[in-house]
């Protein structure tokens, strides 16, 4: 087969380049070894964050500007402020185009809770990722029995520190016993496999409805929707409260 480019590498900006090349008319192939760096992403995309003195960022044309005086060789500053933002509209674009509705634009950088319980400047983030600030006062993190990658009271204790209301619960889900057989197989993405199966859904669902009484937001790890984008938004439409998903250690489900 002939092909118009070979691109090294499957990840983020593989795609994303073999995307416009496709687009532009072009074939062409992306070769890749093993997995790229989406399976460990939270899900979210980073524009800028911290300046190169650790001076956080809250507008981000401002800090595209500072970034340039204080490093003159980062590569932002060989694109410029403007060549940035304009790639990052096209990214934004390009993204929706794909059918991924992110939240968040460059104007204005937002705040993503993670696994840790703090919160985390990001540029773009899922739709269901938890992001500053939470929706309601009642806040429970609810974990899965016998799931190591996810500490629920890690997340409470920091959002306690906030000042934010929140206490603690765990999913049984007895159709997950398999897996908790063998601790290297109880790992997010075999948990989200088997959650994708609608037979458990409505188990899933009831152990849900139980623990949202009384509270604004459940949050989750995020191990719903691996196979099945649809499902987060089916137990949101049911639940009484809002449903948000935290990324879990790598490898990760929103990834």
Not at 25 to 54: E, N, Y
Not at 131 to 142: E, M, N
Not at 217 to 231: C, K, R, S, Y
Request: charged residues 20%; contains cysteine.
């Amino acid at each position: 087969m002939k092909f118009d480019a070979v691109i090294i590498g499957g990840g983020l900006a593989g795609l994303i380049c073999g995307i416009k090349l496709g687009e532009a008319g072009l074939r062409c192939a992306i070769v890749s070894r093993g997995q790229s760096a989406l399976h460990f992403s939270s899900g979210s995309l980073d524009l800028l964050s911290h300046l190169a003195d650790g001076t956080p960022v809250e507008d981000i044309e401002s800090g595209l500007c500072e970034l340039i005086n204080q490093s003159p060789l980062h590569p932002y500053a060989r694109v410029g402020a403007s060549g940035v933002l304009d790639y990052a509209d096209q990214t934004e674009a390009l993204l929706a185009r794909a059918g991924l509705t992110l939240q968040g634009h460059w104007r204005y950088a937002h705040s993503r809770l993670t696994p840790l319980g703090q919160w985390r400047k990001a540029w773009l983030s899922q739709q269901d990722a938890p992001c500053a600030p939470l929706s309601g006062k009642r806040i429970r993190v609810v974990g899965i029995a016998g799931f190591l990658d996810f500490e629920p009271l890690m997340v409470a204790e920091g959002l306690k520190r906030q000042g934010i209301e929140a206490d603690t619960a765990e999913l049984a889900l007895p159709a997950l016993d398999a897996l908790r057989q063998n601790p290297s197989e109880f790992r997010s993405v075999n948990i989200a496999r088997m959650l994708d199966d609608p037979r458990f859904t409505p188990q899933l669902l009831q152990e849900l409805t139980t623990l949202a009484s009384g509270y604004d937001t459940l949050l989750l790890p995020a191990v719903i929707g691996l196979e099945q984008p649809e499902l987060p938004a089916q137990l949101q439409q049911a639940l009484p409260c809002a449903l948000n998903f935290i990324p879990t250690l790598p490898p990760s489900v929103p990834g």
